[in-house]
């Protein structure tokens, strides 16, 4: 059973910053690839930002440049810096990682960004 928890969500304004954090716990952490998703009110839930277990970092279209994903295994978080925030930033945002072939996600970490 693998557990992960988000946090550092928040309200913003336009133009400001935030960074969330992604615990885990119940795995080997640096074996597992870890993403961010989100959800904004009445859409689908989209892949915002992945990295893998080697450091390599991939991002959705409209937040590249923006966001910086990254990982502390001796901590066992997973980062997502999210700059130059818009308020179509504004979702749910959650951490996900596939172990032993079952898809884990955390609670989810509410953003608004305000314009």
């Known amino acids: 059973q693998v557990q992960l928890v988000e946090s550092g969500g928040g309200l913003v304004q336009a133009g400001g910053s935030l960074r969330l954090s992604c615990t885990a716990s119940?795995?080997?952490?640096?074996?597992?690839?870890i993403a961010w998703y989100r959800q904004a009110p009445g859409a689908r839930r989209e892949l915002v930002a992945r990295?893998?277990?080697?450091?390599?970092?991939n991002y959705a279209d409209s937040v590249k440049g923006r966001f910086t994903i990254s990982r502390d295994n001796a901590k066992n978080t997973v980062y997502l810096q999210m700059n130059s925030l818009k308020p179509e930033d504004t979702a749910v945002y959650y951490c996900?990682?596939?172990?032993?072939?079952?898809?884990?996600w955390g609670q989810g970490t509410h953003v608004t960004v305000s314009s």
């Open positions: 119940g795995t080997t952490f640096r074996f597992i690839a």
């Open positions: 990295i893998s277990s080697a450091g390599i970092t």
């Open positions: 996900n990682c596939n172990w032993l072939t079952t898809d884990y």
